[in-house]
């Protein structure tokens, strides 16, 4: 797909959301998927900090997992990679936006981070063939981006914490069920919306 984009080619099919901001050079399409790269990256940064405890877990809720997904859903699978990519790698580098305001990769819930780097990738290939623009769709992407995060956050919390499977699972997935549903919730009315604000045709 061309980088540049109008109404007409932002709302095909193949297009992402971020793909109805407009671009007339490729040198402004540069410019502006850097930008959204960067966006990106701070968005998931400061969801991180809505943070709340979770007695008998390492992993707190955040807004985080929410802001990781939409983020790819929103830019694609190229740009939500490397958005993700920037957040994972400065926050490893010593920028304190991980969730409770930690940096580094010595937490025990470093490996939902990369899930998230994995999961932006995978929702923003699917929202490019249409997940993302009916509420069924988006459930199913959500769900999917969801999925990937947990395969690789539990499995690196067990082995971070000397934790069995059993135990990982009860405390770094069961306690986050309900607000995943609540997110996938919310996801469903916003995404296809901002495409009907777009123009987009079926």
């Known amino acids: 797909m061309s980088v540049l984009s109008s109404p007409a080619t932002a709302t095909r099919p193949g297009a992402v959301l971020a793909d109805a901001l407009p671009a007339t050079s490729a040198g ?35 807004g985080q997992t929410f802001a990781a997904l939409l983020v790819g859903t929103a830019l694609g699978a190229r740009r939500g990679f490397l958005s993700l990519g920037l957040y994972a790698v400065a926050g490893v580098a010593g920028v304190p936006w991980f969730s409770e305001g930690a940096a580094g990769f010595g937490m025990p819930s470093f490996g939902y981070i990369l899930g998230m780097l994995l999961a932006a990738t995978v929702v923003g290939a699917l929202a490019r063939r249409g997940g993302d623009r009916s509420p069924l769709r988006t459930v199913g992407t959500m769900a999917a981006g969801t999925a990937i995060i947990y395969a690789v956050g539990v499995p690196y919390l067990a082995l971070a914490t000397g934790m069995t499977a059993t135990e990982a699972m009860a405390a770094g997935l069961v306690p986050f ?24 045709r079926d």
């Open 28 to 62: 402004r399409a540069r410019v502006r998927d850097a930008a959204l790269v960067l966006g990106g990256a701070v968005l998931t940064g400061l969801a991180a900090q809505l943070s709340v405890p979770v007695p008998g877990s390492p992993v707190p809720v955040t």
């Open 177 to 200: 069920l309900v607000g995943d549903a609540l997110k996938a919730a919310l996801a469903m009315g916003a995404l296809p919306t901002a495409w009907k604000l777009t123009g987009r």
